[in-house]
């Protein structure tokens, strides 16, 4: 408990203020105390027993009260609305040329859709997290990381599968923290390991392609020598 006139902290005897004189629990007067101590931010406390919780707080840790995030699971969906309105938009805009489609340019509206993906908070609730993390592994195209089928995509899947990679190694993380020890938290590593394992598979597809024409032709060399050596 603290004194609402100084700030000075209270024990829980005290029925004034030892620094003011302030009585315990009496309101703040106007103009009295500026300049001292300030506290700023809000303390989220459990609705069931009223302990103050951290950050990351999936349930409460002396009663064990499970937190759901109302708004959060709201803003995911408000998430899903914006970006199919930007997606609408996409035709609306600005044409581009053969060259910038060549050159996989991103426009506007593809700039406009990632910023709102990069900018989009990770959830703190493991229901919603886990949900988050559902979302951004089931938007990204994995032929967006192949060099080799990357060029039969827009410039737009590219990029969303980019930023959609950047939040699902974001989410993971902070799963790691939120879900730390919880049977939910192997979900959430399963979706993650699977979607890595995919993205880096077309990463080095351009190298697998390399390697096997390589031997090809190694193969071919050796058997045209082989077969020049045998008929001389």
């Known amino acids: ?14 029925r004034f203020c030892p620094r003011c004189g302030k009585p315990a629990g009496a309101p703040a007067q106007s103009g009295l105390g500026k300049g001292r101590e300030q506290w700023e931010g809000t303390v989220f406390k459990c609705p069931r027993c009223g302990e103050v919780l951290d950050a990351f ?3 409460c840790p002396s009663c064990g009260f499970e937190l759901r995030d109302a708004k959060a699971t709201t803003s995911l969906n408000d998430l899903s609305l914006k970006l199919q309105e930007i997606t609408a938009s996409a035709g609306k805009g ?3 040329t053969l060259f910038e ?10 700039n406009r859709a990632v910023a709102l993906i990069k900018a989009f908070p990770i959830p703190n609730t493991k229901e919603d997290l886990i949900e988050f993390i559902i979302m951004s592994a089931a938007n990204i195209n994995i032929d967006a990381f192949n060099e080799m089928k990357r060029g039969n995509l ?20 902070k799963a790691s923290i939120v879900l730390d020890g919880e049977a939910s938290f192997a979900k ?8 890595m ?17 390589g031997l090809v032709w190694a193969g071919i060399i050796l058997f045209c020598l082989f077969m020049a050596a045998v008929s001389s």
């Open 94 to 96: 600005v044409k581009q």
């Open 57 to 59: 707080s999936a349930a």
């Open 1 to 14: 408990m603290f004194c609402a006139q100084c700030g000075k902290q209270l024990n829980d005897d005290d």
């Open 154 to 173: 827009s410039s737009s899947e590219i990029a969303m599968s980019n930023a959609w990679l950047s939040k699902l190694e974001q989410a993971y993380r």
């Open 101 to 110: 489609r060549l050159r996989h340019d991103t426009t506007e509206v593809d």
């Open 188 to 195: 959430a590593k399963e979706i993650y390991d699977s979607t």
């Open 197 to 213: 394992k995919k993205v880096i598979s077309a990463r080095h597809a351009v190298v697998r392609f390399w390697i096997v024409l």
